[in-house]
């Protein structure tokens, strides 16, 4: 059974009642981000009991040394860690000197907590009786401002309901924090500097080794039945702590309350020197504009966000709630105003994975930023790695490739790799191929050709170096062959020709050759340029060409299926359905050696190959393929359901691909893979929007234009989207009955639906 405690509404998050075995679940669904600093949803008072704190600033990281058993040469020598950054949220509380703790209370009622993912802000609020017979009402209410990036809002209300009281808020910023996530429990933060002045109060710390300079700040201001109250704190200044206190006596009725507007500065984006001034400045102009007038812009920005990205679903809550949860977190991971960023796995959820940037960028997260926002978005994420092309060359080089190779990192923060798992970092190389299917895709929806003579042929020259490299040719086969590989699906590691690996590096091979001809005929000086860069010559070509022409495709005759790799068939092929649920799931119920036996899929492998390239497979050979592998897939990966959901939609297997969309958008809220207490799943959240905008929306970009071919569960009376599809913002709604669409701009725009061509014209409804 799922988890089920999350409240059904089409607009926020809702936990209605206490339950200590949910905080950390809940810590991580109702986290707050705003694309540059976020934070799990932690109580802002004391917590004796289990819970996962955690802030975190975006670009921010820790070089933790690589801890393996067995060290093998090439190994990446550190594990990028996501760091837990100080914690600046802290109000701890005291009623009549108790310590306010809802593990040691007497009795917690109408605990509610809600993220309203319409507005963008968390608020909790509970009654609770103190060891000490005090019966408090507490309201919380906090979130990150998408408008002052470096600067976060939280309104603290205490009412006493049983007797008056002395109310002591406690506000703190401490930089004493630890990592869950960490290999040798090294310090990751040095704090030079705490001090306080007025109601300004700061701690200064760097980072160890990379020597990231942050200062977290805040200001507080206190109130009494909303008026504001001019009262000096006492200040505790500790080695690694700031804490002000404020006392105020409060009658049974009355309400007291703080506001804490703190955050962080770092030095990506100011002088070290100027650090302490830039908090300062920031929290006062928040201090000065107030929270409520604060609150009113973040509104309005959400507001903004959710005019474009919103999918609105008619007459299914469940799944309304979900995709709006999926927008919502990758908005708050990643706005595109930073091209230094990324958009990390567990964004500001969590530490699991560390690292900012996964093959999950180029494969699933690229068509949702394209589509929601505007090219230079999806661009600025092609340059990301453009940026670090010379870093994948050195992680080729260390592996022993020559001549330019590059291998993408699995997992990095500045291009060089930092993912510790040999079966992983050295095998999972199909992410290269990502690499370059994400140019491929940029340019087909965009229509902007001129990335690749500008950037993105040098990074297609030098994969396909690695691919003709990577390679080698078998006697016994009379083909090119690639051994020992790790393909999407990671309950199979080193095997031996992964089709989905060998057809992707194929593919690559020939797309670099094609743009290789046509930059030469149509962009003489970038050519020129880049060949001489490169010092690549029409033998090397010829070469790769070899390699490409002569890839070998592990096949099936008996099933005429291609087969996930050599060997797939000697597996005892007993399928999901017949494995007993409490074995579910096997990566925490089995051993590695039984899982790497078993024939059980981690995610789609070869179906996802068949996903990126649709058009190069007939609808007879995918349902052959779908039919196959799909009753072996345990979807115990974050990135599989999305993918089956799609192609269930294409087969016009409606209910399948409607348990599955489900399945997608609900991952983490249903926690289907019991991990949830870890952070969320960010960059599958990409994929459950293409669920919906390429499966039931039937979304493709053909011969330049946008195409449709909807379909709609039963479940639903009908859903809509918009997409931006140069720089026509596309409305489109589907029902039981039609599709229609709309045009936001000024010229008309010629899109097919079912195979037939629309014209849809500006200020119309066009069928």
């Known amino acids: 059974m799922n988890q089920d405690y999350i409240v059904p509404n089409e607009w926020s998050l809702i936990e209605e009642g206490f339950q200590a075995e949910k905080v950390k679940s809940s810590e991580s669904l109702f986290s707050i981000g705003n694309g540059a600093m976020g934070q799990r949803a932690n109580f802002e008072e004391y917590y004796s009991g289990p819970t996962f704190q955690g802030s975190y600033i975006a670009g921010v990281y820790y070089p933790d040394k690589t801890k393996v058993g067995w060290w093998k040469n090439g190994y990446p020598e550190y594990f990028a860690k996501v760091l837990n950054a100080p914690n600046w949220i802290g109000i701890n509380v005291k009623v009549n000197g108790e310590m306010l703790d809802l593990h040691t209370c007497k009795s917690v009622e109408n605990f509610r907590r809600e993220l309203n993912m319409k507005e963008g802000w968390h608020k909790r609020s509970f009654t609770a009786v103190l060891p000490n017979d005090v019966e408090v009402e507490v309201t919380a209410t906090r979130f990150l401002s998408l408008r002052m990036d470096e600067v976060g809002a939280i309104r603290y209300e205490v009412k006493p309901i049983n007797q008056n009281t002395e109310i002591t808020f406690l506000p703190y910023v401490d930089g004493g924090i630890t990592n869950e996530d960490t290999n040798w429990d090294d310090a990751f933060w040095n704090v030079y500097g705490v001090n306080a002045k007025d109601e300004f109060g700061y701690v200064s710390s760097r980072t160890n080794k990379t020597d990231y300079h942050v200062c977290t700040g805040m200001i507080n201001s206190v109130f009494l039945n909303d008026k504001k109250q001019e009262i000096t704190s006492e200040k505790e200044i500790e080695k690694l702590k700031v804490t002000f206190s404020y006392t105020l006596s409060t009658e049974q009725g009355q309400t007291a309350a703080i506001e804490k507007m703190a955050g962080y500065v770092t030095s990506l984006n100011h002088e070290q020197e100027n650090l302490v001034e830039a908090s300062k400045e920031v929290l006062t102009q928040a201090a000065d504009l107030g929270f409520e007038a604060l609150l009113t812009t973040q509104k309005e920005a959400w507001a903004a966000i959710w005019e474009m990205a919103d999918i ?64 230079q978005v999806a661009r600025n994420l092609l340059e990301y790695r453009y940026n670090h092309l010379g870093k994948a060359i050195e992680n080729a080089e260390k592996l022993g490739f020559k001549n330019g190779a590059a291998l993408y ?48 042929l040098e990074v297609m020259i030098a994969i396909a170096r690695f691919w003709h490299q990577r390679a080698n040719f078998s006697t016994a086969k009379n083909k090119y062959v690639i051994l020992g590989v790790t393909g999407p699906n990671e309950y199979e590691n080193n095997v031996n020709n992964n089709w989905y690996t060998n057809y992707i590096a194929q593919w690559c091979i020939k797309y670099a050759v094609e743009n290789i001809e046509k930059v030469k005929n149509e962009y003489a000086s970038d050519f020129s340029r880049i060949i001489k860069k490169a010092n690549l010559s029409s033998e090397e070509i010829e070469k790769w060409m070899e390699v490409a022409n002569n890839m070998y495709f592990p096949y099936s005759e008996e099933h005429n299926v291609f087969l996930q790799q050599d060997g797939f068939l000697d597996k005892e092929l007993i399928t999901v359905a017949n494995l007993p649920k409490e074995q579910r799931p096997i990566n925490q119920k089995w051993s590695w050696d039984r899982i790497l036996r078993s024939p059980y899929i981690k995610q789609a492998d070869t179906l996802q190959g068949f996903y990126f390239f649709e058009d190069h497979f007939s609808k007879e050979e995918l349902e052959r393929h779908f039919d196959f592998y799909e009753p072996f897939t345990v979807h115990e990966s974050s990135l599989s359901p999305c993918v089956h959901s799609i192609q269930a939609a294409v087969l016009n297997r409606m209910e399948q691909a409607y ?109």
């Open 312 to 375: 609105t679903i008619e007459c299914d809550v469940k799944a309304q709630q979900g995709i709006r949860f999926n927008i919502f977190h990758l908005n708050q991971t990643y706005l595109g105003k930073d091209a230094r960023l990324n958009i990390g796995p567990k964004g500001f959820t969590g530490e699991k994975y560390g690292g900012s940037t996964y093959w999950d960028t180029e494969a699933y997260c690229i068509p949702f930023y394209m589509a929601t926002k505007d090219d």
């Open 409 to 456: 990192p699995m997992v990095t923060m500045n291009g060089e790799e930092s993912h510790n798992e040999w079966e992983i970092t050295f095998e999972e190389i199909h992410r290269n191929g990502a690499m370059i299917y994400a140019i491929y895709n940029y340019v087909r929806y965009s229509g902007d050709y001129s990335y690749i003579p500008e950037m993105g």
């Open 659 to 767: 348990t599955f969309y489900l399945r997608t958008s609900r991952l983490d809220l249903d926690d289907y893979n019991k991990e949830v207490h870890e952070g969320l799943h960010i960059t599958s959240m990409a994929g459950t929007w293409m669920s919906i905008v390429e499966g039931f929306g039937g979304m493709r970009v053909k011969d330049g234009t946008l195409t449709f071919e909807p379909r709609i569960p039963k479940q639903w009376k009908g859903f809509s989207f918009k997409v931006n599809f140069r720089g026509s913002i596309v409305k489109v709604n589907v029902t039981q009955e039609n599709t229609t669409f709309s045009i936001d701009g000024d010229r008309d725009l010629k899109v097919k639906l079912n195979g037939k061509e629309v014209v849809v014209k500006p200020a119309s409804v066009v069928a």
